[in-house]
């Protein structure tokens, strides 16, 4: 009995639990932590070519482009007015649609650009779709419309009993009504976007010539980018995907994603598509994806952009981002059949569909970002540089691939540092969509309208938004409206990180992690603690 409770006082003593842990230290953790480690370097080399690829593109278009202009003759621009001149006799019936839902803030906004369209009135349809379950502001939308019918304006209201399909469906029922048999191409507007006057002017000839083209996409621009630091991050991204992703897949491969709007379409291309489908949180980038494997190409219209408004709260920007990361990898899992079956396209363009456009950007992007940055570097840390980290992968790679996506907005280089940061926050929202969308759980298909606080003012076509006089708000509703939202998650992944920037800077420290690890903590807790995004929206407080 006492040689059995010795060997148990043994078994159970430090230094056998410290052998133990020993033991699978070297068997389990650190060969795991080290493939890991490699792993997560090939996706960053991946991402990095990707991204020096673009930058090489984007390069040589400036170039071509700027020598075209300088030797650009006289005569060649005289004949260019003639054309364009010519194409100003020919209007073709162009279908404007305006999906919206509950959109309170901006319907006044996004309709009054629509009927300030240059084009023929006998020509234009405008189709204001609204899925708002609110009687009363359904009432408001139907009376603005009844308002521009009134001056002369063709403008139809359309109300669906139900939502079935969301966005997809409202656009799916709307061109089947009997009225758009007439019409050859539609303009899609989302409620917050507002187009110049001349928007068809300069997309719609860009169809005519070419029979071949599906669609032509604008840019976006943004009227409250200066709003919050929430939205000049996402200006900086955003630019990224305009000046580049968008500008290197319409010269490269005549295809990228729709955006959903500001586009042109061919309804001709948009029906041979298979039309709207409510497959995927993602039903614009599933369309451009089936128009393209049916051998229709995509122009991207760089020079043309179009107002629209950022959300500006946390909350609305988590929600928009997990559609955004789930959507995509939901659609390659679908769709990469048909990818791979497709015979009307060609095999460059298939591996531009599935390795650059889908696993690279939308897959492998927000992967690397969390694992690497956010578990495989503070695991790393743990123990105590048994697992070796190339510096090139920890700082060279990543640097350079910042650098590349901030090229594009240099007036806010200067928040670069909280961009990263904030980015790797936000990266384990991604990662879990995606993954989410991979492999079609329960909230892949979840859908959820992006809210829009009608900051922006347009100054198209004469519109300005609605002013209201201010009346002082209880003392309880201004308490419940500076209520700040506090995020779980990022609590606990700052507390991680922190614990693990205080655990190198004790035992270990000479490769200076906890310096990052600090950053990333604090940044993490800033965004836990709700100090990012609009805090009390200028509508609600009016």
């Not at 020509?123 to 609110?134: E, K």
Request: proline share 4%.
């Amino acid at each position: 009995m006492r040689s059995l409770g010795f060997g148990t006082a043994a078994a159970g003593s430090p230094a056998t639990m410290r052998a133990a842990w020993r033991a699978v230290r070297w068997s389990v953790v650190v060969p795991t932590l080290q493939l890991a480690v490699y792993v997560c370097a090939a996706m960053s080399l991946m991402l990095f070519l990707e991204r020096l690829y673009m930058a090489v593109v984007v390069a040589g278009l400036w170039l071509l482009r700027g020598r075209k202009r300088a030797h650009r003759r006289d005569g060649d621009q005289q004949q260019d007015d003639l054309v364009e001149a010519a194409a100003d006799h020919c209007h073709p019936m162009v279908l404007v649609q305006i999906p919206m839902f509950n959109e309170k803030q901006v319907y006044r906004l996004s309709i009054g650009a629509a009927c300030g369209i240059s084009w023929p009135s006998d020509r234009l349809v405008i189709q204001v779709l609204d899925d708002s379950t609110d009687p009363a502001i359904r009432e408001l939308v139907e009376v603005e419309c009844a308002r521009w019918a009134g001056k002369g304006v063709r403008i139809r209201y359309e109300n669906r009993s139900n939502r079935s399909g969301y966005k997809a469906g409202a656009m799916r029922e709307g061109l089947k009504k009997q009225y758009v048999k007439e019409c050859e191409f539609v303009a899609i507007f989302d409620a917050d976007f507002q187009p110049d006057a001349d928007f068809l002017r300069r997309t719609v000839p860009l169809l005519q010539r070419d029979p071949g083209v599906a669609l032509v996409q604008a840019r976006w621009r943004f009227v409250n980018a200066n709003d919050c630091i929430l939205t000049r991050i996402q200006e900086m991204s955003l630019n990224y995907h305009f000046a580049v992703e968008q500008e290197v897949g319409s010269a490269c491969h005549a295809f990228f994603g729709f955006n959903g709007t500001a586009g042109v379409w061919r309804i001709a291309a948009l029906a041979d598509a298979g039309g709207w489908k409510e497959r995927t949180t993602v039903e614009d980038m599933d369309l451009a994806v089936r128009a393209s494997l049916r051998g229709w190409r995509f122009v991207y219209a760089g020079d043309l952009d179009v107002p629209n408004e950022l959300p500006s709260t946390f909350r609305a920007y988590r929600y928009q981002q997990h559609r955004w990361s789930c959507g995509p990898a939901n659609l390659l899992r679908k769709v990469l059949p048909e990818i791979l079956h497709s015979d009307r396209v060609s095999p460059w363009k298939k591996l531009h569909l599935i390795y650059g456009f889908f696993f690279v950007r939308k897959v492998v992007a927000h992967l690397v970002t969390f694992l690497f940055y956010c578990v495989v570097i503070p695991a790393c840390v743990l123990v105590q540089g048994d697992v070796r980290l190339p510096k090139y992968v920890a700082m060279y790679v990543p640097a350079v691939i910042t650098l590349l996506n901030a090229v594009c907005t240099p007036r806010s280089w200067h928040l670069l540092i909280f961009w990263i940061l904030f980015e790797n926050v936000m990266s384990m929202h991604r990662s879990k969509a995606a993954v989410i969308g991979l492999l079609g759980a329960s909230r892949a298909n979840e859908w959820v309208v992006t809210d829009k606080l009608g900051s922006g003012k347009s100054t198209t076509s004469g519109v300005v938004a609605p002013t209201r006089r201010k009346k002082k708000k209880p003392a309880a509703a201004r308490k419940r409206l500076c209520s700040r939202e506090v995020h779980v998650l990022e609590l606990v992944m700052g507390a991680c990180l922190l614990y693990c920037a205080v655990y190198d800077m004790v035992f270990f420290g000479h490769d200076h992690f906890y310096i990052y690890l600090l950053l990333q903590s604090a940044a993490a807790f800033i965004v836990g603690f709700g100090y990012v995004g609009t805090f009390v929206p200028a509508a609600a407080a009016s």
